[in-house]
């Protein structure tokens, strides 16, 4: 199984989760090794985004076992988890109207040392760089989203949560995200994807958690990935 | 009335001044509303309660320490009154407040007036409501300045310029700094703003902390101007309510401009047609929900 390594960074087992008195996400167990990039698939509404929220305590309640390089954090409040060293791109992305481009990048506080520095993303996201006073939210969907995922590397963390980055963006942007994608992953970061785009997800992933009705349904290997296209597309519909 | 240029601009200034304590208020209730979702019905009860630690810092202090010619000085009650102040803020949303962020504005409102009304209440119990001079003004601003085109009490001149030094450094370090950039970004996503590793319930706290320091600052400015009286917060927080809502909720600097510039609207109304002028501000909140809802500088939401 994949959960046993001594460097597994997050565990998740048997997390139960609610909004109110709905019951979201049922029993799940999973794991992510250092280094590893992993993808939740499944379709609208499977429960995806609630097992990011899960991690970082933003869901009503949650029970069950969630562990960040060996702590437990289901008692944590959600920004002692964050110091633990995540950075949380969430689908809606969360860009700041009240804040500049460049207050938007400076806003998460370093949770860990060893983050990229200002120069570092400039250089990585040109276009940031030049409209680096404009309002947050007057730049484009794909600049949003270079944006998002930005500020999340100064802050020195290693494991990255990434909720639907590709969503409703042109494939040339689609294409940007796939070679950043692939670079963090390279610079060793562990990453987990959220995603509705199957392509884009099997070219960076190691592996894939099928995620269905708040159920974890199927666990499918890189190395198998072609030989699943039948469960992929009875889960998934692709 | 024979309006002169002197009558006009004496009562420019009286209103300016006036509008400063307006400024003040409303700017704190601007900043907690945008935090914390909460409309303070307790600002005003906090701004007298500031007023009562200059007053009884002043007279009481002492003798209570056994010390009775030891007098908490006016300086010392600007800096003591909020920290006293801002204290029981800081007390009652850690107790009550906190509870409630996941409900209705409504009742946030309901609680701090609730909170307003006992305060006011003990005070009623124990002190004059007709008001208890402060005597406690500093030597160093009594007297009169001449401003060139009138002469005008140092006093209140003091008054204007520390409300607004106090206004527009409050602007700066929302508009201008790290620790207001994170101040905006909770007011508009909390939860990511937490996400990030910022102890948001903490900012939240000490905000209104700030917020209620502010009301009670005003209220130890006020002290030598008005006499100090348990329904002082009651007369004035329905006017800043007026002023808010006229400026709008959303906008720090919407809050001190309105401030300003309602109360010196009052101050020419005194002059053109006095009788209107305590209800001009009322009738122009009307005017403003009619034309525009969200107030002058308010986002439509
Ligand atoms: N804040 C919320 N309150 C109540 N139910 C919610 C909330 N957010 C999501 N849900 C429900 O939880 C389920 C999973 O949603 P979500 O995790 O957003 O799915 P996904 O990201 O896979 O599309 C859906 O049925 C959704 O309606
Ligand atoms: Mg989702």
């Known amino acids: ?238 | 009335m024979d309006v002169t240029f002197q009558t006009v601009m004496s009562q420019l200034m009286l209103g300016l001044n006036n509008g400063a304590f307006y400024a003040v208020l409303s700017l704190g209730l601007a900043v907690i509303f945008g935090l914390l979702n909460i409309i303070n019905f307790a600002h005003g009860a906090l701004y007298m309660l500031g007023a009562f630690v200059a007053l009884l810092g002043y007279t009481e202090l002492g003798p209570l320490l056994g010390m009775p010619e030891f007098h908490l000085n006016y300086w010392a009650a600007l800096i003591v009154a909020p920290l006293v102040v801002g204290g029981i803020g800081i007390i009652l949303e850690r107790t009550m407040l906190r509870r409630l962020y996941r409900v209705d504005h409504l009742y946030g409102l309901l609680l701090t007036f609730g909170v307003a009304l006992i305060f006011q209440g003990i005070f009623t119990n124990y002190f004059n409501v007709s008001g208890t001079p402060y005597d406690g003004k500093p030597e160093l601003l009594n007297g009169v300045v001449n401003l060139g085109f009138m002469m005008f009490p140092t006093y209140r001149l003091w008054s204007i310029v520390v409300s607004l030094t106090i206004c527009f450094g409050t602007w700066f370090m929302i508009e201008r700094t790290r620790l207001g950039s994170y101040l905006r970004a909770g007011t508009e996503n909390p939860h990511l703003v937490q996400a990030f590793g910022i102890n948001v319930p903490l900012m939240v706290t000490l905000t209104y902390g700030y917020g209620v320091g502010l009301a009670a600052f005003a209220g130890v400015v006020a002290a030598p101007i008005y006499s100090v009286s348990p329904v002082m917060g009651a007369e004035m927080i329905i006017t800043v309510f007026a002023v808010v809502v006229i400026g709008g909720m959303g906008s720090i600097m919407g809050a001190i401009v309105t401030g300003l510039a309602l109360g010196m609207v009052e101050g020419l109304t005194k002059v053109i047609y006095p009788p209107a002028s305590s209800t001009v501000i009322f009738f122009m909140m009307v005017l403003v929900l009619l034309v525009k809802p969200a107030g002058l500088f308010g986002k439509e939401q």
Do not use: W
């Open chain 1, 1 to 238: 199984m994949h959960d046993t390594g001594a460097n597994v960074l997050l565990s998740l087992s048997g997390v139960n989760s609610f909004y109110g008195e709905s019951h979201i996400l049922h029993d799940i167990n999973l794991s992510v090794r250092e280094g590893e990039l992993v993808t939740l698939l499944g379709r609208n509404g499977a429960g995806k985004t609630t097992i990011l929220k899960s991690i970082m305590g933003l869901v009503g309640r949650r029970s069950g076992s969630i562990t960040v390089a060996g702590r437990e954090t289901c008692h944590l409040p959600t920004h002692r988890i964050a110091r633990l060293g995540i950075g949380y791109c969430p689908e809606e992305r969360g860009i700041f109207s009240s804040l500049n481009v460049e207050e938007n990048l400076l806003l998460p506080p370093m949770v860990k040392d060893g983050g990229m520095t200002l120069a570092e993303i400039y250089d990585m996201f040109p276009n940031l760089l030049e409209r680096r006073n404009s309002v947050g939210t007057r730049l484009s969907g794909g600049e949003q989203q270079m944006l998002a995922m930005a500020r999340i590397l100064r802050t020195g963390a290693r494991l990255l949560l990434l909720d639907e980055i590709t969503e409703g963006l042109a494939p040339v942007i689609v294409q940007a995200l796939g070679r950043l994608t692939g670079q963090l992953k390279e610079k060793g970061f562990t990453i987990i994807l959220v995603e509705q785009n199957f392509r884009f997800a099997a070219e960076v992933a190691d592996r894939h958690y099928i995620i269905e009705n708040g159920r974890v349904v199927e666990m499918i290997d890189r190395k198998d990935v072609e030989t699943s296209a039948a469960v992929f597309n009875r889960h998934l519909g692709v």
